[in-house]
């Protein structure tokens, strides 16, 4: 059974970077069929798509949150991972890992993510000086 | 940007009750559209996706309707386990993913 673990510092000082890896474990992150994506949930709100990226490195970002991300992916580790720089308050968040169920890619960088079937559990992060 | 609207934001409900969940996608999106749940504490769960195909796993209980800009969730029959706050999301824009505010469906 696929199962995916977030890991990373729990907290992080203003206008530093955030990192956090996902691990993948029960299932390969180089299936063709697959996506793999970030979402987030500050504290009382709704969830928020940060981004997502195909095992080749082939990346999505939100648009808000794509000056300041970077996912990439390390398929001999069968992981990914999720940095986010210059951090505010804002940032505060559950981060959650997810796998998604597939994707469509039109060319030029264009794909349609399907829905996330597989999360993570989710950590938090907190950022505060 | 594809704005996702929910309505209602919160719902009170009684075991047993039919309840319906409304979502309306600011331009069409077909029925590139999914259904979530998610319980206090822990992460969502894909109920619905493609607008109305039921996830691997899912009870019968939930269905999913609409294309273009609304859509509905219905669960027939409200069992205890179905407290919790729904979202729908579109995948119609390519490379870019948006969510619904959420809707917390609450036990009368």
């Known amino acids: 059974q696929l199962q995916l673990q977030e890991s990373g510092p729990r907290l992080v000082k203003p206008s530093e970077t955030l990192s956090l890896t996902c691990s993948v474990s029960?299932?390969?992150?180089?299936?063709?069929?697959?996506?793999w994506g970030w979402i987030r949930q500050s504290p009382g709100k709704g969830l928020e798509w940060i981004g997502s990226i195909y095992y080749s490195g082939s990346t999505s970002y939100s648009p808000s949150l794509k000056s300041r991300v970077t996912i990439s992916v390390d398929t001999s580790k069968n992981q990914f991972s999720l940095k986010l720089s210059s951090v505010t308050a804002a940032d505060t968040a559950v981060y959650y890992c997810?796998?998604?169920?597939?994707?469509?890619?039109f060319g030029s960088g264009s794909t349609r993510l399907y829905g996330l079937d597989v999360w993570g559990q989710g950590t938090t992060v907190t950022v505060s000086s | 940007d594809i704005q996702m609207t929910q309505s209602p934001s919160s719902l009170t409900a009684s075991i047993g009750d039919r309840v319906t969940i409304t979502c309306r996608a600011s331009q069409t999106i077909n029925t590139f559209l999914n259904w979530y749940l998610q319980k206090p504490g822990k992460a969502p769960e894909l109920l619905i996706y493609?607008?109305?195909s039921l996830q691997n796993g899912v009870p019968s209980r939930f269905s999913g309707s609409g294309s273009g800009t609304d859509f509905t969730l219905t669960i027939s029959s409200l069992q205890p386990e179905d407290f919790a706050t729904y979202y729908c999301?579109?995948?119609?824009?390519?490379?870019?993913?948006?969510f619904g505010q959420g809707t917390k469906l609450e036990i009368k």
């Open positions: 493609s607008a109305s």
């Open positions: 997810a796998r998604h169920k597939g994707g469509y890619y």
């Open positions: 029960g299932g390969s992150i180089s299936n063709t069929n697959y996506y």
């Open positions: 999301q579109q995948y119609y824009s390519t490379s870019v993913l948006t």
